[in-house]
């Protein structure tokens, strides 16, 4: 955001879609990146091409800062006050655009299948191999948490404080190494083979259930020879999946009817007979869908936090001490602070007292906690929208030359500390969600659909913020979100994405009580399937 408007002298609005858009495009990636990868290349070479695409996008990103030709020329602060900055051109638009085109290539290969590529050098049937896959886990968002850091705070100062071209040329540089890295250890990987699009299985399933629309279930489900359901043998599967009673109308694709096997039992025609794995694969896919979609709207008030936030701050005092200046960019790096504090404290103090008091394993059902990320998503907004109204009064009443506000920039903290409770229960609680509850072989489609959540959001977002500014505008007043935030009322655009959290946390409640685990036999008669109950199974 501060690159796009302090360089590329671009307006706030046009800035914040301009990054809503490619964000979101970098989190649908990923679900692409996924089926390339498990259908067809593997995990490994999937990896490897986006690192080098990932690598070539910060190339041109960094080029668009060091060569003259690809920036607008520089702009004093008192220029930007008046808007007298001459803006970037088409072309260097298109520098810039294309190498983050380029970043989202590499994130479509990096994002779905990093952590199951890690997980594939474990084996899991061994007490050692689920040490080290949990170990795994603990180490790799450790070492996520420890970057987000750096990045929030050195590398943003480096941009912010000491020179644009540094502060890319550092990540490039360290893209480059760790591509090194990564294909150091080629020889020793376990590598997994692709085994086939498991949206082929989807179809298949579909289609021989439509086929057989018309033929009768038996009453009793558990009925020798009436349902396909072979061995799991020389699959990725590690767990089979009883039949169930939930969207029934799918279990007479796996119905068998006369001619559909062979002799050696196996099928003659995989669109017309499918197997109860197949179908109950679907009928999870099925179930998480209404909470997938929730979480859309969710992740919604998060994306402010790295646009309009910013945009906050930069009209604020910055500074600690009399020299140092704290960059706005790395205001984000509160949350991942709060997150650090507050999962060890969750998973060491407060699940052991819930797990007590409720008789669940994780304290909490994993519903549950995506709830309370969302609440506290909310009450994110509202707290921004309070600072931001007195912000905007002190800065009006206080007029300067830049529109600064006499009010410290550490009155955003408790906005941040809410968006960053909101990720330690929200974000990391629909992880765990879609990693537990999609089947075995389909987790890199499960974290690539994570990521097409905030896709999602980041569309919405730019969707609500193009209306509010179109709508809210009038012959005698700005719109809420104009350059001049001052003049302009983020505040109520601050309430109006609290009250879409409302609504959304409605419909979140709805579909959760009615959602049900993956694998727990007959879904509609068990009570104790269902998420939100306080002695569900996890």
Same mark, same amino acid.
């Given at each position: /955001?501060?690159?796009?408007?302090? %360089?590329?002298?671009?307006?706030?609005v046009?800035a914040?879609?301009?990054l809503?858009?490619?964000?979101?495009?970098t989190?649908?990636?990923?679900?692409?990146?996924?089926?390339?990868s498990d259908?067809?290349?593997?995990?490994?070479?999937?990896?490897?091409?986006?690192?080098?695409?990932?690598?070539l996008? /910060?190339?041109?990103?960094?080029?668009?800062a &060091? #060569?003259?030709?690809?920036h607008p020329?520089?702009?004093?602060?008192?220029q930007?006050?008046?808007n007298q900055?001459?803006k970037?051109?088409?072309?260097?638009l298109g520098?810039?655009l294309?190498?983050?085109? #380029?970043?989202?290539?590499?994130?479509?290969g990096i994002?779905? !299948?990093?952590?199951?590529?890690?997980?594939d050098?474990?084996?899991?049937?061994?007490?050692e191999?689920k040490?080290?896959?949990?170990?795994?886990?603990?180490?790799y +968002? =450790?070492?996520?948490?420890?970057?987000?850091l750096?990045?929030q705070?050195?590398?943003?100062y480096?941009q912010?404080?000491?020179?644009?071209?540094i502060?890319f040329a550092?990540?490039?540089? !360290?893209m480059? !190494?760790?591509?090194? /890295?990564?294909?150091v250890g080629t020889?020793i990987?376990v590598?997994v083979?692709?085994?086939?699009?498991?949206? =082929?299985?989807i179809?298949?399933?579909l289609?021989?259930a439509?086929r057989?629309?018309?033929?009768?279930?038996?009453? %009793?489900?558990?009925?020798?020879g009436?349902? +396909?359901?072979p061995?799991?043998?020389?699959?990725?599967?590690?767990?089979?999946l009883?039949? =169930?009673?939930?969207?029934?109308g #799918?279990?007479?694709?796996?119905?068998?009817m006369e001619? *559909?096997l062979?002799?050696d039992?196996?099928r003659?025609n995989?669109?017309k007979l499918v197997?109860?794995?197949?179908?109950? *694969?679907?009928?999870?896919l099925?179930r998480?869908?209404?909470? &997938?979609?929730?979480g859309?709207l969710?992740?919604?008030?998060?994306?402010?936090?790295? =646009?309009?936030?910013?945009?906050?701050?930069?009209?604020?005092d910055?500074?600690?001490?009399?020299?140092?200046?704290?960059?706005a960019?790395s205001?984000?790096?509160?949350?991942?602070?709060?997150?650090?504090? &507050?999962v060890p404290f +969750?998973?060491?103090?407060?699940v052991?007292?819930?797990?007590?008091?409720?008789?669940?394993e994780?304290g909490?059902?994993?519903l549950?906690r995506?709830?309370?990320?969302?609440?506290?998503s909310?009450?994110?907004?509202?707290?921004?929208?309070l600072? *931001?109204?007195?912000?905007r009064?002190l800065?009006n009443?206080?007029?300067?030359?830049l529109?600064i506000?006499? /009010?410290?920039?550490?009155?955003?903290?408790p906005?941040?500390?809410?968006?960053?409770?909101? *990720?330690?229960?929200?974000?990391?609680?629909?992880? %765990?969600?879609f990693?537990?509850q999609?089947?075995d072989?389909?987790?890199?489609?499960? $974290?690539?659909?994570?990521?097409c959540?905030?896709?999602g959001?980041s569309?919405?977002?730019?969707?609500?913020?193009?209306?509010?500014?179109?709508?809210?505008r009038?012959?005698?007043?700005?719109?809420?979100?104009t350059?001049?935030? $001052?003049a302009?009322?983020?505040?109520?655009?601050y309430y109006?994405?609290?009250?879409t959290?409302?609504?959304?946390?409605?419909?979140?409640?709805?579909?959760?009580?009615?959602?049900?685990?993956?694998?727990?036999?007959?879904?509609?008669? $068990?009570?104790q399937?269902?998420? #939100?109950?306080s002695?569900?199974?996890?």
């Open positions: /955001m501060v690159y796009l408007t302090r %360089e590329f002298h671009l307006d706030q046009y914040s879609n301009i809503n858009i490619w964000s979101g495009i989190n649908f990636f990923p679900l692409i990146g996924a089926f390339i259908a067809y290349v593997g995990r490994f070479w999937t990896i490897a091409f986006a690192s080098f695409s990932s690598l996008g /910060m190339v041109v990103v960094t080029l668009t &060091w #060569l003259p030709e690809l020329p520089p702009c004093t602060p008192q930007q006050a008046l900055c001459v970037a051109s088409t072309p260097h520098a810039l294309t190498g983050l085109c #380029l970043l989202s290539v590499g994130s479509a994002r779905p !299948c990093s952590i199951p590529f890690g997980v050098q474990f084996d899991p049937s061994t007490d191999g040490k080290g896959i949990n170990s795994f886990f603990n180490w +968002y =450790t070492t996520f948490t420890v970057v987000l750096i990045t705070t050195v590398v943003v480096i912010d404080s000491v020179s644009w071209k502060g550092i990540p490039t540089v !360290c480059f !190494c760790s591509i090194i /890295m990564f294909f020889r990987y590598h083979k692709p085994e086939g699009s498991i949206f =082929t299985s179809a298949q399933v289609v021989a439509y057989k629309r018309k033929v009768e279930l038996p009453r %009793e489900k558990h009925v020798d009436v349902f +396909y359901d061995p799991l043998i020389g699959t990725n599967v590690l767990s089979k009883p039949l =169930t009673n939930q969207f029934r #799918l279990n007479k694709a796996a119905v068998i001619g *559909e062979n002799p039992r196996s003659a995989k669109w197997s109860i794995q197949q179908v109950e *694969e679907v009928k999870c099925a998480i869908f209404p909470i &997938w979609a929730a859309i969710g992740f919604t008030s998060m994306a402010q936090q790295g =646009t309009f936030t910013v945009s906050q701050a930069l009209k604020m910055r500074h600690l001490g009399p020299k140092f200046q704290i960059p960019g205001l984000g790096v509160i949350s991942f602070i709060t997150i650090g504090v &507050w +969750y998973d060491r103090i407060m052991p007292t819930l797990r007590r008091v409720t008789k669940h994780g909490i059902t994993l549950q995506i709830g309370i990320g969302m609440v506290f909310i009450l994110s907004m509202v707290v921004a929208a600072v *931001e109204k007195v912000r009064d800065a009443a206080n007029p300067s030359p529109g506000a006499p /009010m410290s920039v550490l009155w955003l903290v906005q941040l500390v809410l968006m960053g409770l909101c *990720e330690a229960f929200n974000v990391i609680g629909q992880i %765990e969600f990693n537990r999609f089947p072989h389909m987790r890199s489609i499960a $974290n690539a659909l994570f990521s959540s905030f896709a959001a569309y919405v977002s730019s969707a609500l913020v193009t209306t509010v500014h179109h709508v809210t009038t012959h005698s007043h700005p719109d809420w979100l350059n001049d935030i $001052n302009g009322r983020l505040d109520y655009f109006l994405v609290a009250g959290g409302v609504l959304n946390l409605v419909y979140f409640l709805i579909v959760a009580q009615r959602y049900h685990y993956k694998g727990s036999g007959d879904l509609q008669d $068990n009570a399937d269902v998420e #939100l109950a002695k569900g199974k996890s």
